[in-house]
């Protein structure tokens, strides 16, 4: 029996996010989407979660969730069964990069939700095209239902993370390195290099996509789940690279 899917998404961000992939792949299988919002540092965000989810489960996050779902994989890796990480960052961040975060908190501590969203994915961030602004505008619904509160937490979470270069090289599990070709933020060298020290993993790139290649090309990203999911738990040797078409 195919294992659950847990579906981790990024800062600010709600089941949304994995919208079209919720709805083609539960036909097929349990999917859920679990928020990160429970707690100041992705350890107690990480703690709070294994308290709800299956006690075996697949696992694949965006962004901050693909950060959450490192931990997971840290504190409890007998029970994810594979792991998929998407436009995500193993590093933890820097003393300059963490005190970015500042000026973002002091806007949501305002109450300035627009203007916080608006800084945390720009435009550049995605694909160009003519779902840019769909997309930014769904982004934007989606940070208003997250609240305030919630994504400072969120924030303080991200300034606090650990390294988790260590753990993705003790990954023994089937795991899948996916990344948008036009992601600015989390760009494809640093999905190469994530991908180089997991020692079974697939790493895809997800043309006409950036950051949020769940909404940017959802169909390229669901096939590219539904070949991970169908993986099996014997593990291989060898890292394939996966280049997904461009659209016809």
């Not at 970015?100 to 800084?119: M, W």
Request: hydrophobic content about 45%.
């Amino acid at each position: 029996m195919q294992e659950p899917l847990v579906f981790l998404p990024g800062m600010m961000c709600d089941a949304r996010l994995f919208g079209p992939q919720v709805t083609a792949m539960s036909r097929d299988m349990a999917v859920t989407v679990a928020p990160i919002t429970g707690g100041n540092r992705i350890e107690e965000i990480a703690s709070s979660l294994l308290d709800q989810l299956p006690l075996k489960f697949a696992l694949a996050g965006l962004s901050m969730g693909g950060i959450v779902a490192m931990e997971l994989l840290r504190r409890a890796p007998e029970r994810v069964t594979r792991i998929a990480l998407m436009d995500t960052n193993s590093l933890p961040e820097t003393p300059q990069t963490a005190a970015d975060y500042e000026p973002l908190i002091t806007k949501l501590k305002a109450g300035l939700l627009d203007q916080a969203a608006a800084s945390i994915v720009r435009p550049e961030y995605l694909a160009p095209g003519p779902e840019r602004t769909s997309i930014l505008n769904l982004v934007a619904k989606m940070a208003e239902n997250v609240g305030c509160e919630a994504i400072i937490r969120q924030a303080r979470a991200l300034q606090r993370r650990r390294d988790y270069q260590a753990t993705l090289r003790k990954c023994n599990v089937p795991a899948l390195v996916m990344c948008g070709e036009h992601d600015t933020l989390t760009p494809v060298k640093r999905h190469e290099f994530m991908a180089g020290m997991i020692p079974h993993a697939d790493l895809a790139i997800i043309r006409d996509a950036g950051h949020l290649p769940t909404l940017e090309a959802p169909d390229a990203v669901t096939a590219a789940l539904r070949a991970w999911i169908k993986q099996p738990l014997v593990l291989r040797t060898k890292m394939v690279r996966i280049e997904q078409p461009l659209a016809s």
